[in-house]
């Protein structure tokens, strides 16, 4: 009876080590018996990387469209590559045009308060737009251009693959859902299928919105609890 009780123990024993240290790898040589992985991140990088290189390639090389023609700049995204969450803006504006980089300037301010009014640190999320270029003088895309380029977006999501993704603005919006209508759909959780996996979307008004009518900013407050509510509901770490 005592022998079967110690054999019992030692398999629970064995099973709770593989259930508590998933990322420990065992060797029969005694000077690395317990190696750590440390590299599982960096490959991953590296693989986002090379994915969005060739997207921003595919990008790039798209042929007869105004807002390439006349952007100077291929703005594709900025921050975590790992992180659960991801931000999709409309399109840049001139700030971000000539930087490179993705909502500068007071945009970017306000977008980094609002992120941290939750608690979450704005390098800890990947931000990019729905179209990668700037419209000439800053116009809304036009619903065809829109469409055009969410091929590339919806790719885009499925690279980064978040757990919660975040559409600031009626491009964003009508990028992945086909509505338009933001004032009837931000505060919602809505959701979209890519390649057999489930994204859960929030929509809400982008930063550039909220600072020509700053009364909204009460609307947005609501929807950022909802995210961090559902940060907590699907346990997410950031």
Not at 86 to 105: N, R, Y
Not at 108 to 135: C, D, H, Q, V, W
Not at 139 to 147: A, D, L, N, V, Y
Not at 170 to 189: D, H, M, V
């Amino acid at each position: 009876m005592i022998k079967k009780t110690l054999n019992q123990n030692a398999k629970y024993a064995q099973e709770l080590l593989k259930a508590v240290e998933p990322d420990f790898v065992f060797s029969e040589k005694p000077i690395n018996r317990l190696k750590i992985t440390q590299n599982k991140n960096i490959s991953k990088n590296e693989n986002k990387s090379e994915l969005l290189k060739n997207l921003r390639e595919q990008i790039n090389s798209i042929q007869n469209c105004n807002l390439k023609e006349s952007s100077k700049n291929l703005i594709m995204g900025d921050g975590d590559l790992n992180s659960p969450i991801m931000l999709i803006g409309e399109a840049p504006g001139k700030i971000e045009e000539e930087s490179g980089s993705t909502f500068q300037g007071e945009i970017g301010s306000l977008l980094s308060k609002m992120l941290l009014a939750i608690k979450i640190k704005r390098e800890n999320i990947y931000t990019t737009y729905s179209i990668n270029f700037r419209p000439p003088e800053d116009r809304k895309p036009t619903s065809q251009e829109i469409k055009r380029y969410s091929i590339f977006l919806k790719e885009h999501i499925s690279i980064i693959n978040p757990e919660i993704v975040i559409l600031m603005g009626s491009t964003a919006l009508e990028a992945i859902t086909n509505l338009n209508k933001i004032s009837n759909e931000r505060g919602k959780w809505k959701e979209i299928i890519l390649n057999n996996k489930t994204f859960p979307l929030m929509i809400t008004f982008s930063p550039s919105y909220l600072i020509r009518f700053p009364e909204n900013k009460k609307y947005s407050w609501e929807d950022l609890k909802k995210i961090k509510q559902k940060i907590q509901e699907l346990n997410i770490k950031i």
